[in-house]
């Protein structure tokens, strides 16, 4: 078993529409959340930032952790195509905090 | 700010040859990470590196892999001799924030290509 865990999808949606990515984890030494997205032939590039606990928003997207069940989200809402991309969801630990443990990504598609 | 600098963006290279990818981290910032990814593996740690020093290279995957930071301003990562399963887009990261685990910025990637 993986320690982080994301369907890959492709997970298609129409513009406008809320978008639910999620990732579960099986380490609880986990503090540090994260939401990467990648454009297709680009680097990731951070999205969202949360430590421990509790939820995160910025504009449309809202980070959640929900440490007790070990899953985490990224909520986009009022979704544009400009939002089709891969999400990565990224965690560490407080002892070896530069050592990212990735999830596989998902691919999402916003239909026009 | 230019962001993270990484050269060639495409390497076509036949097996047995040797192969050097480069990589500016952004000015100021003092950790630089090489990371490849692959559709079956993701994205791979392969070298963490913090004030010039190589603090973790667990992930490098064999002997033929090598990577130096002679300067706080450029970076390496070498393959010699290169096979086709080294084929993957090779990431170099760098960040300000000494030890933590988020505020990577990357660069966009050297696609390899081993034939």
Known sequence: QKEVEQDPGPLSVPEGAIVSLNCTYSNSAFQYFMWY??????????????????????????????????YISLFIRDSQPSDSATYLCAMSGMDSNYQLIWGAGTKLIIKP | DAGVIQSPRHEVTEMGQEVTLRCKPISGHNSLFW??????????????????????????????????????????????????????VYFCASSGTVGKGYGYTFGSGTRLTVV
Do not use: H, W
Not at chain 2, 35 to 56: A, C, H, K, S, W
Not at chain 2, 57 to 73: H, I, L, Q
């Open chain 1, 37 to 70: 997205r990648q454009y297709s032939r680009k680097g990731p590039e951070l999205l969202m930032y949360t430590y421990s606990s509790g939820n995160k928003e910025d504009g449309r997207f809202t980070a959640q952790v929900d440490k007790s069940s070990k």
């Open chain 2, 35 to 88: 990371y490849r990814q692959t559709m079956m593996r993701g994205l791979e740690l392969l070298i963490y590196f913090n004030n010039n020093v190589p603090i973790d290279d667990s992930g490098m995957p064999e002997d033929r892999f090598s990577a130096k930071m002679p300067n706080a301003s450029f970076s390496t990562l070498k393959i010699q001799p290169s096979e086709p399963r080294d084929s993957a």
